[in-house]
């Protein structure tokens, strides 16, 4: 048992980091419109679906041009992503005026049911188009980066299995890092990412510093959606078939990351995805050969919530967040 | 400005809807107008639209195939066939209010129906209070026959029959010893997968192991690590072709190279889509068989092809049996009543009452539930990726 344990570890890690840094990317969305708003911006997991969505169409409609042949495979991507992180950040900006801005001042319950109702238009909307387009709604996208790679871990340590991955989950793995680097430094080194902490910090004494609390607040929700989009499209590049409901499980597993890193902090949402990924892969694993097949690897949510309670009673703020100073 | 748009969006999708569902009303009426002699009418309800259009359709033109092909014979019985079909939209409740108007409708003495299974057991109990027989020539949970309603009949095979057939054929025919069992927790995977296990473990195989994974999620590698260190030498799926299709998938990359097998949920062509190349060297069982195995099967393919210019579906050549069954049933009825129109409850009785019925696809001969005694459940493998998979075997009863 514990030999299993072992042996399945470097390949745990592999699929638990690739998850991981899927769940960062989009818990980030949560954590900055939180930190910002207060708001739970419950519709951010649908945003990342749109943007699998937008992403996949891309890729389809650049194969069907051919350029499969001509472009590498990694720039037909990142044209991809790029163009649907501009689409969904639209998409944000959109949301945030139509449906936010009108509530600002309202109940924080009022918005927060709003984000719901997004939710929802939102799913219907891209299932209506896919079947409009495609005659069903689960669509499978082009197969990209399907080389497989093998990894001799047993030459590591003997008692390692060898492990397998997908050439995809390296692209998955080096996109996210890098978008996650260049956000922590649009944040902590730009005159935007400091006027963001400002409006994060007190909106109203930030207005009288003249900073321009719309505007701030547009771009985070940009950002936020940019971010959520472009994970979609690697999302859907790395499991191949997308549908309208996808953003519900991961935003809400998501929104778990955000909270257990301490939600309103980049970093600590980042490394609260990451933790969440390798736990959830780790228990589905080995739940079952650690029980003794009493919980099976269905209980593996079940497992990374019980983590969360637990440091949540210890530790209200979140792994790394602050323990929040008394807004007067 | 976005909002004004949605909001003409919505306004515009609500006018369609209304005037799609006016249409559908319109044709029911329009169909209603009888001739000089007396009109028997024979309903079929399938999903005409939505996700399941594609099945639904086969089922609605399997049946006018067989209704047209026998409108001269029952012309000379004086009687003047004709065929009404309903859109049940796969929809419980669509279905039980087309069955009030089926019901009300006295010319009417036969359905052809549902394909889901959802749909046929609140439907039936209509069906059950105006004593009008439905045969369904796709439903398989267990709880259509079960609940003994002496209307309700079935040419396919029931879902607990799956399950052991599966089994079967992997323990003896593929000499699977160790099998690993996944399903997705609703109450179709469970099912079939418990049959399954129940069976295999019977006839001598060892479960290494019984996960389940939730419906929706897109990656499955958890499961699937435990797996591949059980190393099983069978992976058997209770479940929808969504989740199944990504499990082979992820398998395969994950270099799990042994045979895996589903059921009916992954006879559909979507399955082939979401796993590509992955799919070879997977099995599936279905209920329905195909029907270019036997030369009528091949007639009927082909009549049916020159008539609606469309393939055949699974299901198309169980609604042509289906609607066979139902008119020999009619036909029955009327002669015992000495020429004149049955009632609706002497036709529901010869329905049933049918025995050693020649099909294209399949025999008919109802048990006491309704029932077919001669359903048979069809091993299909994938042998490349392209849909539909080849025939392998038929496990009878």
Not at chain 1, 190 to 214: C, H, I, P, Y
Not at chain 1, 262 to 280: H, K, P
Not at chain 2, 174 to 183: G, H, N, R, S, T
Not at chain 2, 332 to 347: L, M
């Amino acid at each position: 048992m514990l030999t299993d344990l072992i042996g399945t570890l470097p390949q745990v890690l592999i699929d638990g980091l690739t998850l991981g840094a899927i769940y960062a990317v989009v818990a980030i969305g949560y954590t900055m419109v939180y930190g910002i708003l207060e708001l739970i911006n419950f519709a951010h997991g649908e945003i990342f679906m749109t943007g699998a969505f937008i992403g996949t169409s891309l890729l389809f409609l650049f194969t069907g041009q051919g350029w499969i042949h001509t472009l590498p495979a990694i720039l037909i991507l990142l044209l991809a992503i790029i163009a649907a992180s501009i689409c969904t950040g639209v998409l944000g900006i959109g949301i945030e005026r139509v449906a936010y801005r009108p509530l600002r001042n309202a109940p924080k319950l009022i918005t927060l049911i709003t984000a719901i109702g997004i939710s929802f238009l939102l799913q219907d909307i891209v299932r209506f188009i896919a079947e409009l387009k495609k005659g069903t709604y689960i669509i499978n996208g082009p197969n990209l980066f399907n080389g497989q790679i093998h990894i001799k871990a047993s030459s590591l340590w003997p008692e390692f299995h060898d492990a397998t991955l997908k050439s995809s989950f390296l692209v998955v793995l080096l996109v996210s890092i890098v978008m996650l680097a260049v956000l922590d430094i649009f944040v902590n080194r730009t005159k935007w990412g400091m006027a963001m902490r400002a409006v994060a910090q007190d909106r109203e004494t930030a207005s009288l510093m003249s900073v321009n609390v719309n505007k701030v607040i547009a771009i985070t929700f940009f950002i936020g959606s940019a971010l959520g989009g472009a994970t979609g499209v690697l999302f859907a590049v790395q499991y191949g078939t997308i549908d309208p409901y996808i953003g519900y499980t991961l935003g809400i597993k998501a929104f778990t990351a955000a909270v257990l890193g301490g939600i309103g902090n980049i970093r600590g949402s980042m490394a609260g995805g990451l933790i969440l990924g390798l736990i959830e892969m780790f228990a589905a694993a080995n739940l079952s050969g650690l029980t003794g097949g009493v919980f099976g690897s269905e209980y593996k949510d079940v497992f990374a919530f019980i983590l969360l309670i637990i440091v949540l009673i210890f530790k209200p703020e979140g792994l790394f967040g602050k323990a929040a100073a008394e807004k007067v | 400005m976005k909002s004004k748009k949605l909001w003409s969006f919505g306004l515009a999708a609500v006018l369609a809807v209304s005037l799609l569902g006016a249409c559908s009303q319109y044709s029911s009426k329009s169909n209603a107008s009888g001739g000089s002699m007396q009109v028997i009418k024979i309903a079929t309800q399938s999903p005409l639209s939505g996700g399941s259009a594609t099945l639904g359709e086969a089922i609605k033109l399997g049946a006018q195939l067989a209704l047209e092909e026998q409108q001269a014979k029952f012309k000379k019985m004086g009687f003047k066939l004709q065929l009404v079909p309903y859109d049940d939209q796969g929809d419980p409740k669509k279905g039980v209010s087309n069955a009030q108007l089926i019901g009300s409708d006295d010319q009417v003495f036969g359905v052809i129906g549902h394909l889901n299974s959802g749909v046929s057991i609140p439907a039936s109990e209509v069906y059950e209070k105006y004593a009008i027989p439905m045969i369904s020539p796709a439903s398989t949970a267990t709880e259509v026959t079960d609940r003994n309603l002496k209307t309700v009949n079935r040419v396919c095979a029931r879902d607990d029959f799956q399950g052991p057939a599966g089994a079967s054929y992997a323990v003896k025919t593929l000499k699977a010893k160790k099998i690993f069992v996944i399903q997705d927790k609703t109450a179709y995977g469970q099912g079939l997968a418990d049959a399954f296990k129940a069976a295999a473990e019977k006839l001598g195989a060892k479960i290494v192991g019984y996960e389940s994974i939730t419906v929706g999620e897109k990656d499955f590698n958890g499961v699937l690590n435990s797996v591949s260190s059980a190393k099983p030498d069978l992976v058997y799926f209770g479940g929808l072709y969504a989740e199944g299709g990504l499990i082979v998938k992820q398998a395969r990359a994950k270099g799990i190279d042994v045979p895996i097998m589903g059921g009916d949920g992954l006879d559909s062509s979507t399955y082939v889509d979401i796993a590509g190349g992955a799919v070879k060297n997977t099995y599936l069982t279905s209920v329905a068989g195909d029907v270019s195995k036997t030369s009528e099967g091949k007639k009927f393919a082909e009549n049916y092809k020159n008539k609606f210019r469309k393939n055949v579906e699974s299901y198309s050549a169980y609604a042509y049996d289906a609607m066979g069954v139902m008119l020999k049933g009619l036909e029955n009825a009327i002669k015992a009543n000495g020429g004149k129109i049955p009632t609706r409850e002497q036709v529901r009785d010869a329905v049933r009452a049918i025995k050693d019925y020649k099909g294209v696809v399949t025999e008919v001969d109802f048990d006491s539930k309704g029932d077919n005694k001669y359903a048979k459940v069809f091993i299909y493998k994938f042998n490349k990726a392209a849909y539909p998979a080849e025939q392998e075997g038929e496990i009878s009863k």
